[in-house]
Nanobody, 114 residues
Framework: QVQLVESGGGLVQAGGSLRLSCAAS????????MGWYRQAPGKQRDLVAS???????NYADDVKGRFTISRDNAKNTVYLQMNSLKPEDTADYYC????????WGRGTQVTVSS
């Protein structure tokens, strides 16, 4: 099993920045993908960004150029640096681990005020 703990959400004004962290623990081995998803009220959960254990990244079109995903494999931690935040980025952000096991974090709330 894999456990994920997210941190770093909060309230920020439009144009500001936040950094999310997700620490994974448990049965982590082999190739895997860690990613961030977000879900706004009344909407589906969508991919924001993902990164493979080899460092290959993928971003949703609406965050390209503003968000950067990175990971520290030694710490089993993935980060999401969010810059130039917009009110439409407001959502609950969830970390996901996909490998031999699949796991979701409990989520962290990001609120961007206009």
């Amino acid at each position: 099993q894999v456990q994920l703990v997210e941190s770093g959400g909060g309230l920020v004004q439009a144009g500001g920045s936040l950094r999310l962290s997700c620490a994974a623990s448990g049965s982590i081995f082999g190739a895997n993908v860690m990613g961030w998803y977000r879900q706004a009220p009344g909407k589906q959960r969508d991919l924001v960004a993902s990164i493979t254990s080899g460092g290959r990244t993928n971003y949703a079109d609406d965050v390209k150029g503003r968000f950067t995903i990175s990971r520290d494999n030694a710490k089993n931690t993935v980060y999401l640096q969010m810059n130039s935040l917009k009110p439409e980025d407001t959502a609950d952000y969830y970390c996901k681990y996909s490998g031999y096991y699949t796991a979701w974090g409990r989520g962290t709330q990001v609120t961007v005020s206009s």
